[in-house]
């Protein structure tokens, strides 16, 4: 079965300093897999995804994301973070039936 | 504004009360889902609906039930057979156009009092 394991509930970080949000992945085949962020009592904003090609995926404000095939990683980064950063970030990857499995969550907090 | 709405924003249930969630998308969407999210425990897929007039359950459907007689419209109703119904339940939509993406409404948050 398809999963991904976000292996921290929270990260705290300084505003300005870069950031990094850690997800890992078990997937049979090319992977897809997805970043969302959801601030406190919304719904879930779609922030980038990795299909194929670069490693590198660039994504909406600011965030980027680094896909490691040998370490089956898919880390979400920001080289300088902002308070208004913080919230919870998801990530998720396809699994049967065309729908996706999210892990658990890592909220994001950016102090100043 | 094209987007996914849901409604209520808030409800509250009483004991053995059966309630509707509404969902409506206007982006022309094939396929949608109703997730819960319980704090720490991330999102759960309830039911998903890939075309009009199907659905199938997800992983806790116990307790719920949908239809999907528009392309625009899938609600939700919580049952009184489902004995911890308190959780925020997310709407999503997807279009097989635009790949595996999956877009999310605003969240409606159900209470039992």
């Known amino acids: 079965a398809q999963s991904v394991a976000q292996p921290e509930d929270q990260v705290n970080v300084a505003e300005g300093n870069p950031l990094t949000v850690k997800c890992t992945y078990s997937?049979?085949?090319?992977?897809?897999l997805f970043w969302y962020v959801q601030y406190p009592n919304r719904g879930l904003q779609f922030l980038l995804k990795?299909?194929?090609?670069?490693?590198l995926v660039k994504g909406s404000y600011g965030f980027e994301a680094e896909f490691n095939k040998s370490q089956t990683s898919f880390h979400l980064k920001k080289p300088s973070a902002l308070v208004s950063d913080s919230a919870l970030y998801f990530c998720?990857?396809?699994?049967?039936?065309?729908?996706?499995?999210f892990g658990t969550g890592t909220q994001l907090k950016v102090e100043l | 504004d094209g987007g996914i709405t849901q409604s209520p924003k808030y409800l509250f249930r009483k004991e053995g009360q059966n309630v509707t969630l509404s969902c409506e998308q206007n982006l022309n969407h094939d396929a949608m889902y109703w997730y819960r999210q319980d704090p720490g425990q991330g999102l759960r897929l309830i039911y998903y609906?890939?075309?009009?007039?199907?659905?199938q359950k997800g992983d806790i459907a116990e307790g719920y039930s949908v239809s999907r007689e528009k392309k625009e419209s899938f609600p939700l109703t919580v049952t009184s057979a489902q004995k911890n119904p308190t959780a925020f339940y997310l709407c999503a939509s997807r279009s097989w156009a635009a790949g595996n993406t999956i877009y999310f409404g605003e969240g409606s948050w159900l209470t039992v009092v």
């Open positions: 997937v049979s085949g090319n992977p897809y």
């Open positions: 990795y299909i194929t090609g670069d490693n």
């Open positions: 609906s890939q075309i009009v007039n199907d659905f």
């Open positions: 998720a990857v396809p699994g049967g039936g065309n729908k996706l499995t």
